[in-house]
């Protein structure tokens, strides 16, 4: 019997960001972020679903309808002027976290542990859906949320601290395993080896990804913002949000895992190819 029963991808809403998030071209971020004129093509904003015998398990929470109907769901004054001109979304009714499973025929109701790849507004949304799950998050991204200027370097305090939440700071910590490399620090999260947590710094100091594997499945690495799409990553294209060293870093790791394990799909929050390129995974065998 697998563990891992069935592995899925909903998408609350689309995204439209600049061209030079998606791909930096060198020009610093508040200069490409002013003066910008371009929009790219609606993305998703993915939530991938892994249906574990342990409960299910969401990487990800999507973005909250609520941005796009509360007119005080973000920051006024400058920091509003960032996220005005960072990002353009489109949910419909049907597009909450929880509509979307039940598109799945998951309950909401049923998840038991989320992790969170970073903790910015489009990862964070469907956190008011999910106050009886244990929710997961590096701890550099926890302390990021309590800095002076955190709305302006993206993180929405008061829709992330919300009193009802179980949380759980989780460190990669240093292991021997070969089927790991190169990454020498990790996580198992049920200590079954299905489900493992790996810090991919860059995009935010504690952004992490997600490794799901078992016999007779391809490995599955879920990396959040590292990327906006597979292409960008094989060719070290990096996004224009982050810390650049580290982003090449974990590109490069991520390009090295996927080197040393051929069949790896890696799965990116916003890329439009996600969907059909875990179709395709999970295509190549039979998940009880």
Same mark, same amino acid.
């Given at each position: 019997?697998?563990? #891992? *029963?069935?592995?899925?991808?909903? +998408?609350? /809403? $689309?995204?439209? #960001? *600049?061209?030079?998030?998606?791909? +930096?071209? /060198? $020009?610093?971020?508040?200069?490409?972020?002013?003066?910008s004129r371009r929009w790219t093509q609606p993305r998703?904003?993915?939530v991938y679903v892994i249906e574990h015998e342990r409960g299910l398990v969401l990487f990800d929470t999507g973005q909250d309808r609520a941005s796009v109907t509360e007119p005080d769901y973000f920051p006024s004054g400058f920091a509003g002027h960032i996220y005005r001109r960072l990002a353009r979304f489109e949910i419909a009714p049907h597009e909450t976290l929880t509509r979307r499973l039940e598109r799945l025929g998951c309950d909401i109701a049923d998840v038991r542990v989320v992790v969170l790849s970073h903790?910015?507004?489009?990862?964070?949304?469907?956190l008011p859906e999910l106050a009886h799950a244990k929710i997961i998050v590096h701890p550099a991204d926890w302390s990021e949320i309590h800095r002076r200027f955190a709305a302006e370097n993206g993180f929405l305090t008061r829709h992330i601290d919300l009193p009802e939440l179980e949380w759980e700071f989780i460190s990669p910590s240093p292991v021997d395993d070969p089927a790991l490399a190169p990454f020498t620090a990790a996580h198992d999260l049920f200590g079954d080896g299905?489900?493992?947590?790996?810090?991919?710094?860059?995009?935010?100091?504690?952004?992490?990804s997600l490794l799901a594997r078992q016999a007779g499945m391809p490995p599955l690495l879920f990396v959040g913002d590292l990327t906006y799409d597979r292409f960008?990553?094989?060719a070290e294209k990096l996004?224009?949000?982050?810390?650049r060293r580290r982003l090449l870093a974990s590109t490069r790791a991520v390009n090295e895992f996927a080197r040393r394990n051929p069949g790896s799909t890696v799965?990116?929050?916003h890329d439009p190819g996600a969907a059909a390129a875990l179709s395709a995974a999970m295509g190549q065998t039979v998940v009880s």
């Open positions: 019997m697998n563990s #891992i *029963r069935r592995v899925s991808v909903v +998408s609350t /809403g $689309t995204v439209m #960001i *600049r061209p030079e998030h998606a791909e +930096s071209d /060198g $020009t610093p971020l508040m200069w490409w972020l002013n003066t998703p904003i993915n903790l910015h507004q489009d990862h964070i949304g469907g299905t489900l493992t947590l790996v810090h991919t710094p860059g995009h935010t100091p504690g952004s992490m960008r990553l094989d996004p224009g949000v982050g810390h799965l990116a929050a």
